[in-house]
């Protein structure tokens, strides 16, 4: 095992109608004046945004409100947040929403305290100062409201990049299960694949011995293959979605994945997709992950062969180790289409003559070196060829 340190100050508040809880929380992490940021209509349509608003009412908390983040976020609207914040005097930020909208008002809370461009956190600055965030999810999937990262995509050249810093981390998160119940099947199967690939992408790695992390890893894959076909079937399921719902916390705050190198191949050559075609980055990780591994596998196979085995119900063929592996992926695979997600580039709605300019901005766009580096260090040709993969 690695050196870590590990730093995961998120107070987690969880269960039904604890979004009443919001102007508390807001009160007792210091914030007198707060932004709530949303997303479309979700939000609204169910009256979670009212609940919320009543509550910072009920708390004497002033507060101002900007919505319309969409699934995968663009840069715009985080200099309209910057600017409303900085304006109104805000020094709390609450995202009312999923991965989208959080990781936009982190985005939104980094900048406010910043005198550069936000975007240079994007380009590699770590995040070292923030105003407070506080999150109530309205689904399980990226794991952002425990995690100390946010994903942006920026308008201009359409570059979706990550940036990271315990500064924001949210100060709490309100998990209500019921309220992710008003999910399309196709959102939570995309989320549920989500959360799976933040285990699968850390259990692809090259430190040795882990053992800890990988039964803490095994133990949720088979939570979300027991539970996600649950809550596909009955959407109103309030204890699947409760298992999912922190699995998905777990599975992305790192708890999992301390002490150990980890892969993000997959993610980074999907989040390539999601920025051009505008999927959902679950959906599109559904496409990446089996052609990845299939390419990777010979790496390491024993590790492929192990999970297929742990998790998937292989049987370990000890004199071909790789069939077992191929099993396991595989067996990875026909699950996630078995809960709705697509299979190849045509369902997801990519095009195979966009493969060189997707690999191009992938491995050289905005300052990146010629190649990604996880589990095994890829050039753009092993990237164009797993692109060629998927179609
Ligand atoms: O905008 P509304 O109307 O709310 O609709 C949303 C959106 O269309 C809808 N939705 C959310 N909660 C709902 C609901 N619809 C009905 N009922 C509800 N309760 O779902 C759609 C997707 O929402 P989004 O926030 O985009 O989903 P998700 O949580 O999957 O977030 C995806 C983003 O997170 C990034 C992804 O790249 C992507 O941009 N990631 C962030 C990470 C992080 N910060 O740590 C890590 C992840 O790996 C990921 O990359
Ligand atoms: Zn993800």
Redesign the pocket.
């Known amino acids: 095992m690695e050196n870590f340190t590990f730093y995961s100050p998120t107070y987690f508040v969880f269960g039904k109608d604890t979004e009443n809880q919001a102007g508390e929380c807001v009160k007792r992490f210091g914030g007198t004046k707060v932004l709530i940021h949303?997303?479309?209509?979700?939000?609204?349509?169910?009256g979670?945004l009212g609940r919320v608003e009543d509550s910072l009412k009920k708390s004497g908390i002033p507060y101002v409100t900007l919505g319309g983040?969409?699934?995968?976020?663009r840069s715009g609207l985080v200099y309209e947040g910057i600017e409303l914040c900085k304006k109104e005097g805000v020094d709390f930020v609450l995202a009312v929403?999923?991965?989208?909208?959080?990781?936009s008002s982190?985005a939104i809370a980094a900048g406010t305290v910043y005198d550069g461009d936000f975007w240079d956190f994007y380009m590699g600055k770590r995040i070292e100062e923030a105003l407070p965030v506080g999150t109530i999810?309205?689904?399980?999937?990226?794991?952002?409201e425990g995690?100390?990262?946010?994903?942006?995509?920026k308008e201009e050249g359409m570059f979706?990049r990550?940036a990271s810093g315990d500064a924001i981390r949210p100060k709490f998160s309100i998990l209500n299960p019921a309220?992710?119940?008003?999910?399309?099947a196709y959102?939570s199967a995309?989320?549920i694949t989500?959360i799976m690939?933040?285990l699968y992408e850390r259990y692809l790695t090259n430190t040795k011995e882990v053992e800890v992390t990988d039964r803490l890893i095994e133990a949720l894959l088979l939570t979300m293959k027991h539970e996600g076909p649950r809550v596909i079937a009955d959407p109103n399921n309030y204890e699947a979605r409760a298992n999912i719902m922190w699995a998905g916390m777990v599975a992305?705050n790192n708890t999992c994945g301390v002490g150990r190198s980890q892969d993000w191949n997959s993610?980074n050559i999907?989040?390539e997709l999601?920025a051009l075609y505008d999927c959902?980055?679950?959906a599109g990780?559904a496409v990446t992950m089996p052609a990845v591994f299939k390419y990777c596998m010979n790496h390491d196979v024993m590790r492929f062969a192990k999970v297929a085995v742990r998790v998937w119900g292989c049987q370990m063929d000890f004199d071909h180790p790789e069939v077992t592996a191929l099993e396991g992926i595989e067996a990875f695979r026909n699950f996630l289409i078995s809960i709705g997600m697509p299979k190849n580039f045509e369902e997801l709605g990519a095009k195979e003559e966009d493969i060189p300019k997707l690999a191009d901005i992938l491995c050289n766009g905005d300052g990146r070196p010629g190649y990604i580096e996880g589990f095994v260090k890829l050039s753009e040709e092993d990237c164009r060829n797993i692109y060629k993969m998927m179609v």
């Open positions: 949303y997303g479309g209509k979700s939000a609204i349509a169910s979670l983040v969409k699934p995968n976020p929403g999923g991965g989208s909208v959080i990781d982190k999810l309205t689904i399980a999937a990226a794991g952002s995690s100390g990262d946010s994903v942006i995509t979706k990550g309220l992710t119940q008003t999910l399309p959102q995309a989320g989500d690939a933040h992305h993610h999907e989040h999601s959902a980055h679950g990780l």
